[in-house]
């Protein structure tokens, strides 16, 4: 895959995964491949990617979307004081090389602080995980609906507390995609031809 179709994939992947978790896209970031062989270019292709949005229904979650070769604690402690100033909590890291450990180490202690960061390599962002035909529809559910779907599975006695619930994993695709964090709670909507439509619930841990 050459570069230009590569970052044209990553564009249109995290345009979706915004917009599923939704978040406001800039209509500037939708355009066809030839636009965007027009109006991007190969040299600054990651300052060209990089964006900063708000929730549809909450301005006040905003998320940045940051594209690097490599993040260094240089560069990491720029980008703090970028999130700081725009009041943004949560970023979402697009590198090409792995992360070194003592950087690693420095997302941890500021994730101690309420900053939310994630980390994929380029190449997990050239395919929509949640398209494939094998894969059933995933919907993260709010703290609100989270709740009451608990209390109505404890109330059946199908469940005692929380911790009896089938459980996914943190780093799954799906739960990446959505950005899920430890706690939350999915509801996947499986069907077939012989039971029809299925709900079923997976605890992120």
């Given at each position: ?12 992947v995290t345009n979706e995964m915004l917009h599923d ?54 560069e990491l402690k720029k980008i703090r004081k970028f ?10 890291f697009v590198l090409e090389r792995d992360i070194k ?105």
């Amino acid at each position: 895959m050459n570069r230009i179709r590569k970052f044209y994939k990553i564009l249109n992947v995290t345009n979706e995964m915004l917009h599923d978790r939704g978040y406001i896209i800039d209509q500037r970031r939708i355009v066809s491949f030839q636009q965007f062989g027009e109006n991007f270019s190969m040299k600054k292709i990651r300052k060209q990617l990089n964006f900063i949005t708000k929730k549809k229904d909450d301005p006040t979650e905003v998320i940045s979307l940051i594209f690097r070769k490599e993040l260094t604690l240089k560069e990491l402690k720029k980008i703090r004081k970028f999130l700081n100033k725009n009041e943004c909590l949560r970023c979402i890291f697009v590198l090409e090389r792995d992360i070194k450990l003592k950087v690693e180490n420095k997302i941890k202690k500021l994730s101690k602080r309420g900053f939310i960061f994630e980390i994929f390599k380029e190449e997990d962002l050239t395919i929509n995980v949640t398209k494939s035909k094998y894969v059933s529809k995933h919907i993260l559910l709010s703290d609100q609906r989270k709740e009451s779907i608990l209390k109505e599975l404890v109330s059946k006695g199908l469940i005692k507390n929380v911790m009896q619930m089938p459980k996914i994993k943190f780093e799954d695709p799906q739960s990446r995609y959505y950005g899920a964090q430890r706690g939350d709670l999915f509801e996947i909507i499986r069907s077939n031809e012989i039971s029809g439509i299925g709900l079923y619930y997976r605890l992120v841990v």
